[in-house]
Each structure stands twice: as C-alpha cells, then as structure tokens.
C-alpha cells in the first residue's frame, strides 16, 4: 500500500524523493514492480517495526531502529523534510515529540485534519494527541490552525472558531471560556468567530475549529459514523424497488461524484502540528490512494513552509510580550 | 405548534388529558380550531413566559409565575404525571431541578435521547446539562439509561458503552477510566461493553451510550450537521443532470424511506433522566408532529414507569452497600 501511494504521488509531483524504511529485501522486491517509484527512492534497511498494539511509551524506549524511529531521525538531522507514517499513532506522536521537539512558543503539538463542509474545507485540531487541554494549548492550536488554513489552504482571512456547547459566552467549560477571552484580546491579526457547536463544522461556519483532543477525537469519529450510516441506508432504499433500482442506475454518475465529496482516502493525512519539522499519520487501513494523499499533505506542508509561518506568529507574540510586558498570552 | 402537536398525540393516545399553561385568550382562541384538543384540556390561565435568552438562574428567580414554571409545580404536585415544553433548555432543567428534585442515589440528571443507529435505536446522555461529569456521575448515567432501554425501548439486556478516544484501557480521561472500573465491578446485572469510539454511535455496538454533557452534546449536534451535510450534496449530486434527476424521480418513494429514517421530527424529545417527575424538552423550532414525538415520549415514560425501574437499582445499590460494606458505588 506504501508503495503503491508513493507510485501514485510521485504522477503528481514529479520532482520529489523518497527514503523508505524497512526490510530491505522485501522492499527491492516490492519496487521491481514500481520502477518510477525505484527511481525516485532510496531503500534503509531495518527489521524493527513498532507494532499497533505498542504503548507509546514502550516504542519510544525500545523501538530506536524501527522503521517508525528511523524515518522521523531523518527528518531530525535534515536529511529529509518530512516524515508520513500509517503506524501506530501514540507511538508516532511519542517519537515525533522526541526527536522533533516542538517549535518555540508550543507546549503540545496537535493532530490536525481537513473535513469537507458545505461552503468547502475546514481544518480541525486537536483530534487526539491532547485528551486534557488548558486555555493555552488550545490558543496555540488557534495559532497554527489559522497560519495552516491561510498558509496551505490558501484562506485569505480565515476565520476561527472553539467547539462548544452553545454560541454563548457563559456557556462551556473554564479552558474553552479563557481561551476565547485570550483569542478576543490577542495582538494578532487573527479573526475569531467566536464559540461554535457540532453542527457548525460540516455547515462551514469557520474555517478553523478548536478543541481539546478528547473532544475533536469524538466529534470526528462521530462524523465518519453518521456518514456511514447515511450512506447505508440509501443504499439499502436504492435496493428496496424495482424502481428504485432503476432510478440508482440512472442517477449512478450523480451518486459516484456524491460519494467522491465523502471518499475517506481523498481526506487521508492527519497532521501532527506544532512540531519541528513535518510529520503526516496516514490511516492504517487505507489503500494506495489513500496513502498518495497523505503524502501530498505532507509536501504541501512543507512547500507551503507551514512551519515558518507558525515562527512568525509565535515570534511576533513573543516580541510583543517581551515589549510592552502586557501578559495576555500564554 | 403545541396545540396541532397536542391534536397529532392525541390520535394515538386517546385517553391522556392535558393541562396547557399559557395565555388563556390565546389558547382558547386557538382551541376553537382543535376541538379534539379542548375536549381533552384544561386550560391554566398565565402571562408570564421565560424567554430563551434568559439565564437559568434568572429564569428560577424571576419566572415564579411563568407557563414553564407553573407547568413543573403540576407536576411537583401530582396534578400532572409529566411536563413537555419546547421553551429554554436551561431554564427547564434549573427549574425541574429545584422543584422536582433529583431521584435518591441521582446526584444529577441527565439529557438523554434515542438516536437511530445502524441496527436500530441507542440511548446517548448526557447531551448537555452537566458540562464537567465525575466518574460517579457517568456510572449513574449508566443505571438510568440502562432502566430506559430495557424499560421504555424493550431491549432485553442492553449493552452499555462509554464514549472514549479509543477502545483500550489506558485512554481517556479519569472519569471515564474510574467509570469502567465501576461499572466492571457493580453489584448490578448490568452488560458493560467498555469503551467505544464515535463511530460507533452510528454502528449501533452498543444499546446505551455514556459521556459528559459536553462530548455528548458536540457529538450529538456533529452528528446532526454530518446527516445535513450528506443530504445537501445528494440533493445536489441528483440535481446534475438530466439523468440524473429522471433517476430521482425514478426513486423518489426509495428516498422518502430514507428521509424518514433521519427525520429530526421523529426523534423529538430530550428526557430529563434523574429527577423525581417526568420532564421532556422539545426541540424550539420543530412543527406540530415533532412536538406530537415529544409527548409520546413523555406518555412512554410515565406508562412504561422509567423512574419506579430506576429507584429500584438504586434502592439495591444501597442496600448493598449498607450491608456488605463494600464500597463499589459511589
């Protein structure tokens, strides 16, 4: 599947190259199938692999020649700019945060996604590096969604939203209501919409949602659920009828671009912000495709120079407390 | 829209009465186009209204005579066996709180409501009325929607789920870890899944889901806003073309089904589950057969006595614990 998303990226971006780890007899076998891919890639030999049933913890003490560990040192001593990994996602994140170290002004880095509304694509963090979050971990996340949704996504103004349980300012827990008090006052140009709910998120209401990991975790599985269940069951409607078999027959063009809107490998690539350098989470299960994207969010990444535009933001924050010692933020 | 839902309920229950709280000119005036409706109603005579911008804490001190408060005392007093309002979330559960009182062994109740899943219906509270939940008050979450759904739903053993980041142990946050161990060990025949994912919500694992007021309230409205979304670009995806639409046509009976499965109507009625009294919330901006949804699910409570089943375990949960000593629960 690696592999095959490597030979599916490289169609696309022609001018990348490639450091694969793992067993090298198995991946010069693999790679006599995929020519360009050989071309484009250098094999690093490893045997050890972090397992998915591995603590983190437990892959960062003993998994120093995994693949996993090796491929993130690479990005660590610059031999390359990112890292994209469908393994263990605890482990990934442990070793990423070892190696990489945060960037200045960043407690905890975020997983961060794109997700399709309405209006188009939002980006939503944290989705499950941070299960308990104070007011500023997520106004950093505020500050890295924001430069990412302008930066990659090419938002000229985004607009920044908190998940909450209602659009009033009483409402909510004591993280999300500070957080918003800090983003309201912050010296930078940031536009904060102000409190959202679950609903916002697929309606496009802001372009970047803010939330603790715990709750951008379920949010997003809860989403992925629902679109499950809803294509089920028109599904199982279009098979109900006679005429309902030949009204999907004839609306299958229409019903093929709908399922394209909600295709899990077109929004493969969880991103690990906030780190010092790029890593990419592909899902484990995914195919070729799938792994093709998360690539491509990773390039993009690093093209689009993510990073530094997050330096700026923080740098500039930092000047600005150092300055006029006007503690509003962290 | 009350009294048209008081008229759609009233077809399928023909023997409950209704007490209607309000102004009597108005009502009377209205009830002249519902004869059914003023043959089975007594009107109670007030001016006063609780808005929805008002604080529940405002609307306790303030809203002495309001509709919505006059309505609770009928039930405070036995005049009536359950409320139904579609006013002020927050204002109707601080005031069923304090008139009412919670049931013994209930710290605080809980929003809980029946959401279609892919094998049927599940149970989720809390969906909003504690932002912040202790392991103790998930665990009695847990009784309450497991008296429900073998109760009022008729599922035999209902399997319970918390919801979590992840299905092992080690994830999540204190309360919902302290909370599984609880419910490993409780001295109740409860079926404890353990924890689920958000996605699950949808793929029906499990019969009663548990969560704080927060999550279950993000993931209640990301649901809903995930099903718009999906039903947007369908409507639109079968607008496209020519074909496209012919198919629609084609099936149009299929998709009516489909609708129906989603129909937000049809799921109108939030229980307030833990107080002594039956009080169900409907949705504000719901028409005349939502509201009708919302009375039966009223009626359903008191007729199939949710709060007799729910006294009962707690009654043995404390006589086990004033025997044995053994201090499983709380």
């Known amino acids: 599947?690696?592999?095959?998303?490597?030979?599916?990226?490289?169609?696309?971006?022609?001018?990348?190259?490639?450091?694969?780890?793992?067993?090298?007899?198995?991946?010069?076998?693999?790679?006599?199938?995929?020519?360009?891919?050989?071309?484009?890639?250098?094999?690093?030999?490893?045997?050890?692999v972090v397992s998915n049933e591995e603590s983190a913890g437990y892959a960062l003490r003993g998994g120093r020649n995994s693949s996993m560990r090796l491929a993130i040192n690479a990005v660590g001593n610059g031999e390359a700019d990112g890292v994209v990994s469908a393994g263990n996602t605890g482990a990934l994140m442990a070793?990423?945060?070892f190696v990489l170290k945060t960037l200045p002004g960043i407690s905890r880095p975020a997983i961060a996604a794109s997700l399709p509304t309405i209006r188009g694509e939002c980006v939503m963090l944290d989705?499950?590096?941070?299960?308990?979050?104070?007011?500023?971990?997520?106004?950093?996340?505020?500050?890295?969604?924001?430069?990412?949704?302008?930066?990659?996504?090419?938002?000229?103004?985004?607009?920044?939203?908190?998940?909450?349980?209602g659009e009033e300012d009483l409402k909510g827990n004591d993280a999300v209501k500070r957080a918003a008090t800090i983003l309201q006052e912050i010296n930078l140009p940031i536009k904060f919409y102000g409190f959202i709910e679950g609903d916002d998120i697929a309606a496009g209401t802001v372009d970047v949602i803010i939330t603790d990991g715990f709750t951008g975790n379920v949010a997003l599985k809860t989403a992925e659920g629902t679109a499950k269940l809803l294509v089920h069951f028109m599904k199982k409607a279009l098979r109900g009828s006679m005429m309902a078999r030949l009204g999907a027959l004839l609306a299958r063009p229409a019903l093929k671009s709908f399922n394209k809107h909600f295709d899990p490998r077109l929004y493969n690539g969880a991103m690990f912000l906030g780190l010092n350098g790029i890593c990419v989470k592909s899902h484990g299960g995914t195919d070729g495709l799938g792994f093709a994207n998360a690539i491509e969010v990773a390039v993009k990444l690093i093209t689009d120079d993510l990073n530094e535009g997050i330096k700026i933001d923080f740098g500039s924050l930092e000047v600005e407390r150092n300055g006029s010692r006007k503690a509003t933020f962290p």
Chains 1, 2 share one sequence.
């Open 127 to 165: 989705l499950g590096a941070n299960v308990e979050c104070n007011a500023d971990n997520l106004v950093q996340f505020a500050i890295m969604g924001e430069v990412y949704s302008r930066n990659v996504m090419g938002v000229e103004q985004p607009l920044i939203g908190i998940l909450n349980v």
């Open 1 to 48: 599947m690696v592999i095959e998303g490597v030979d599916i990226a490289l169609k696309g971006l022609p001018g990348v190259d490639f450091l694969l780890f793992g067993d090298e007899s198995k991946l010069h076998e693999l790679l006599e199938e995929f020519p360009s891919v050989k071309a484009a890639s250098q094999v690093r030999h490893t045997e050890d």
């Open 95 to 97: 070793m990423a945060k």
